[in-house]
Nanobody
Framework: QAHLVESGGGLVQAGGSLRLSCAAS??????MGWFRQAPGKEREFVCG????????YYAVSVKDRFTISRDNIENTVTLDMNNLKPEDTAVYYC????????????????WGRGTQVTVSS
C-alpha cells in the first residue's frame, strides 16, 4: 500500500481559497483522489487524477471551483480549492487507486488520515 500524508486545510471565509497537498510514498498507484466527509454524512468523491497522462475528473459539486494536479517527480498531489462554500466544510482525505480512473471509494486501497477544511459563512 501507499503511504499518504495530507497537509494544508484550515479555516477560511466563504468565497476564499485553500490548497491541500498529499505526499505519497511506498507502492506506486495508478491514480490519486480526494474524498471528503462532512459531519453526519458519508464520505464522498471530490476529484481524481491519473499519475500517467494526468487525466482529471471531478464531482459536479466542485467542478470549475477545484483543481487537482500532480507532481510525478515529487510524488505529490495538490488540490486547489477556490470560491469555497460553507457546504465544502469537511474532513478531506487523500487516497490512492489501482485504476487510472476511479471515482468509487471501493476502488481506493490507501488512505491518508485526513485534514479539516472549515468554511465560514
Amino acid at each position: 500500500q501507499a503511504h499518504l500524508v495530507e497537509s494544508g486545510g484550515g479555516l477560511v471565509q466563504a468565497g476564499g481559497s485553500l490548497r491541500l497537498s498529499c505526499a505519497a510514498s511506498g507502492r506506486i498507484s495508478a491514480a490519486m483522489g480526494w474524498f471528503r466527509q462532512a459531519p453526519g454524512k458519508e464520505r464522498e468523491f471530490v476529484c481524481g487524477i491519473s499519475w500517467i497522462g494526468g487525466s482529471e475528473y471531478y464531482a459536479v459539486s466542485v467542478k470549475d471551483r477545484f483543481t487537482i494536479s500532480r507532481d510525478n517527480i515529487e510524488n505529490t498531489v495538490t488540490l486547489d480549492m477556490n470560491n469555497l462554500k460553507p457546504e465544502d466544510t469537511a474532513v478531506y482525505y487523500c487516497a490512492a487507486a489501482r485504476s487510472p480512473v476511479a471515482t468509487e471509494e471501493r476502488e481506493y486501497d490507501s488512505w491518508g488520515r485526513g485534514t479539516q477544511v472549515t468554511v465560514s459563512s
